[in-house]
């Protein structure tokens, strides 16, 4: 059976459970995904032009589904919407278009239980279960709620934002491997220098090579960028207390039920109160056994957070084998702030999670 076969069964499952099937159109505004993902994603998208607007044959089925949701009489009000079909992105080496069904759940108040209901419907419908079968989950919210309450320098929360983006683990986003570029001249000049100074001395350092602008930014901005990667360079602001907090925070990693304890007993120690959003991760763990999960088939690890500036909460993606190889076959989250992004007067809550019919 093919790919386009097995999702029809697919959307017939869960259009039983309740998701109504949606059929967004295969050509979408590239702008928003752009504006979205950056320019980085240009590369990725199929493109054509009309001439005085770019489009896309759609690269996934989320940011569509949500559109097509806002855009409905059911904007703001609690919705369960699914797709499928081919989607189209570029990669080395892998073909640009595959079969992909996507599930979506707006509005809702009650998050976990929503979050639940994704995961469960998403691993059932896919028939994802078995021990050949691997399901990570992580919380976007606690590692946001951390960084918060800890009251980093901002070029290091975006440093760490970033390197999780980028899957990093901790140990390397504070280590980073030395540039290519060596700049180790100036910015061992630059460190301990007050801003001021610094900002001044990169800004003559530009002007006496001519250079006013470079890849689009300004002197000022360039400058900025080595005052940067001077603080952290020196480690400055982050002091051994907090960055040990990081490590044994991200450590973490197991049996979700453990996690949650040994989570609480660190937050505890160390005088933080995450009593919130270890509240709403628990009360996710008993929805998510509520609807047949066996907690002990789950790997909770706090470092596993996908984009952090994307994600809001929950997060999960399951594979067919072992993780270090296998390619996830299911993955999703939370992402509570994109219908805002999209036009949305408020943020709405909205969990979703993508298949992908060749790898299951």
């Known amino acids: 059976m093919s790919a386009g076969q097995d999702i029809e069964g697919l959307l017939r499952k869960l259009e039983g459970a309740g998701y109504r099937a949606c059929d967004p159109g295969i050509l979408q505004p590239a702008a928003v995904f752009l504006d979205l993902s950056g320019e980085d994603m240009r590369g990725r998208l199929l493109l054509t032009s009309d001439g005085t607007r770019e489009y896309c044959l759609r690269p996934e089925f989320t940011i569509p589904l949500s559109l097509a949701y806002l855009g409905s009489p059911d904007a703001g009000k609690p919705a369960a919407v699914c797709a499928g079909g081919p989607v189209f992105r570029l990669s080395a080496g892998k ?11 707006f509005g809702r108040a009650d998050r976990e239980a929503a979050d639940a209901e994704i995961l469960a419907l998403a691993l059932e419908t896919a028939g994802a279960g078995g021990d050949s079968w691997r399901v990570r989950i992580g919380d976007a919210s606690l590692i946001s709620a ?29 280590s980073p491997k030395p540039d290519k570029s060596d700049h180790s001249g100036v910015l061992a000049a630059l460190d301990g220098a007050d801003k001021a100074g610094a900002r001044a001395l990169v800004e003559d350092l530009l002007k006496i090579a001519d250079i006013s602008a470079l890849g689009g930014r300004t002197a ?13 360079r020196g480690g400055s602001g982050l002091d051994a207390a907090k960055r040990g907090l990081l490590q044994e925070f991200f450590a973490i ?3 979700p039920d453990q996690a949650s304890a040994q989570l609480r007993a660190l937050f505890d120690a160390a005088a933080l109160d995450l009593g919130p959003e270890m509240d709403g991760f628990d009360r996710r763990l008993n929805f998510l056994a509520a609807r047949g999960i ?11 957070a996908r984009n952090v500036d994307y994600y809001t909460g929950f997060v999960f993606e399951a594979c067919k084998g072992d993780p270090a190889v296998a390619r996830p076959a299911i993955a999703g ?6 219908l805002k992004t999209l036009g949305a007067k408020t943020n709405i809550p909205a969990v979703g999670a993508a298949i992908w019919m060749e790898r299951l």
């Open 333 to 338: 989250g939370r992402y509570d702030g994109l």
């Open 146 to 174: 951390l960084l918060d309450r800890l009251e980093l320098p901002a070029v290091w929360l975006r440093r760490i934002r970033s390197g999780l983006a980028k899957g990093q683990a901790i140990d390397e986003i504070f």
């Open 253 to 255: 990693a197991g049996q």
């Open 220 to 232: 000022g901005e360039i400058a900025d960028r080595f005052l940067e990667q001077a603080e952290l």
């Open 95 to 105: 073909k640009p278009e595959f079969v992909q069904a996507g599930l979506e759940n």
């Open 294 to 304: 066996d907690l002990n088939t789950l790997e909770f690890s706090a470092g596993f």
